[in-house]
C-alpha cells in the first residue's frame, strides 16, 4: 500500500517546483504524490482550509517555504475543521523569522519603479541568494518573475498570520524539520523554536542544500521522506 504524500509549494513557484519527486519512480512505488498550484488567497488559513481538502485520507503534508507555513497551519487546524488527521508534515524553512514588513515596502518600491518582474527578481535573490538565482534555469526564471503578484499576495499574508508558538504544545502530528546549511541565517531560529514548540518534532539540517532543497539535495529529500513514513507508520 503507498502512502499519500501533498505537496505544497511556496511563493514564486508552482507544483513543477516538485517536478524530481513527482518524475521519480523509486518514490512512485513508495508514495501516491499529489501537487497542486495554489491560487493567490488572502490569509494563510485559506490557503489551510484549500489543502484540507485535498486530504480525503491521511496523508504526509510536506511544505517548502510559505508553503510550510500553510502546512504548519493544517496540522494546528485540522481538529477545529474535524478533517482527515495527517499522518505526519515535513516542513521545509517556513520563513515566520523573516523580516517582511521592511521587505515589503522595498518590493512595492521596486515593483512602482521597474516593474513586477524586478520586484520578483528581488525576491528570489533575497530568499535564494545571488549564485542559486543565477544557477536557476532560464524558463523557470522567467516562470517565476512573472508571480510577482502571487508573491506579493503571500507575503501580505505572512506578515498577518501570527504563529502562536504557544499553542503548538497541543499538536501531536509527528514533524521532521528540514533546513539548509547553506540557507539565509533567519531560517533556521525559526526552525528550531519549531522544534521546541511542537512535541514530537524533530530538526535535520541538510548538508550541501540550500533553501530549495528538495531540489537542491532531492536524494536526500527522497530518504528523509521515506524514512520519516516508514517512522511514523
Known sequence: MTTRVLLIHGSAADRTTWS???ASPVL??????IAYDRPPLATVAAQAELALTYLDEPAVVVGSSF??????????RRPQLGAVLPLGAILIEPP?????ASFLEDYDRI??????????????????????FE?????YRDRATAKYAEIRADSAALIAYEPRYAELSTVQT?????????????????LETLRDSLPRARLEIVAGAGHMLHAEASRRFAELLTAFADEIG
Open 174 to 190: 509527528p514533524v521532521l524539520l528540514l533546513g539548509g546549511d547553506r540557507s539565509a541565517p533567519y531560517f533556521r531560529p525559526t
Open 67 to 76: 508553503g510550510a507555513v500553510i502546512a504548519l497551519d493544517v496540522i494546528r
Open 135 to 139: 544557477r536557476m534555469p532560464r524558463a
Open 96 to 100: 515566520l523569522g523573516a523580516p517582511m
Open 20 to 22: 524530481i519527486q513527482l
Open 28 to 33: 512512485a512505488k513508495r508514495f501516491s504524490l
Open 111 to 132: 515593483a512602482a519603479d521597474r516593474g513586477g518582474p524586478a520586484a520578483a527578481e528581488f525576491f528570489l535573490r533575497s530568499v535564494l541568494g545571488d549564485t542559486a
